[in-house]
């Protein structure tokens, strides 16, 4: 039996697994041997998420000029205020007759960029701690991840709230980092229980006997087989972040006025949501869709990269 193990059912890592056959892979299968992005793509449910992210990604980016308007340009506070969708602004003005699409692709960019830049941030500082911990073990394990659960018992969104609170206005960039800072715990727990499942394994112990170090070990040898569900907490991690910025935003704590995110934009509909109910709407659809199509490829990624997943036919 072990003689007909493949390739595909070694760690990356395993130095026995360069001289295996790996032609028995099969093609376009789920697996992450074969053609993983090829199986990810050809899966039921990936695309559609994956061309709404794609259109959102490409919608913000483009912002400046697709964007009709200047974001925070008030264009006739008399006569353009409050006003409905309609051909001239598909998605109305707000009561300081600004131009609510303008706002809606704008306040993308912001929102998406705190996104991407807590959840890397997040996922960072839990894989180097998760990895540090669960490699060396002992005393360091056990202060690490006491230290974990210590702040994992304090809820996320208090802790930003006292702070933000406490701070006051805060820019963009350093929202981004509050974020980031407080969202790693999760991905640490995950990252120290696959290292500790690995680094008994034979590759692992082959590797040690041949004298490689602590760090080029975690590198090299363990980091390569965590990803997968790294890669999938990081997926999840993106759509709520987005939220988390839109509340704290909502709440008057998070991107200031007059710069435009989709979670002050839904604010300044809310306050006459039955008169202006345009203003909310549209940015609350953008931040729905986002975050829908982020989970969904999370779980599209997760079936992927999962090695117990068939392959779909």
Known sequence: MAAGRTARERPVGDPSASDRVVSDRPAGGGRPGGAPMTAWWRRPGVRGPLLALTAMLLLSLLAPLLAPHPPATQLDIVGLAARPPSLAHPFGTDQYSRDVLSRVLHGGRVSL????LATLLSVCVGTAVGAVAGYVGGRVDALLMRGVDVLLSVPRLLLLIAVLALWGQVSVLTLAVL??????????RIVRGEVRALRDREF????RALGTGGARMVARHLLPNVLSPV????????GHVIVLEAGLSFLGLG???PTASWGNIVRDGAEQLTALWWVAL???L???ATVMA???LADALRDTLDPRQLPHR
């Open 204 to 207: 692992v112990l082959a590797a």
């Open 255 to 257: 991107v200031q006025p």
């Open 294 to 296: 982020a989970n969904a």
């Open 282 to 284: 549209f940015p609350g």
């Open 231 to 238: 890669m999938v907490a990081a997926a999840l991690g993106i």
């Open 113 to 116: 960029l705190v996104g991407a």
């Open 179 to 188: 974020l980031g800072g407080t969202g790693w715990l999760a991905t640490s």
């Open 286 to 288: 953008a931040i729905a």
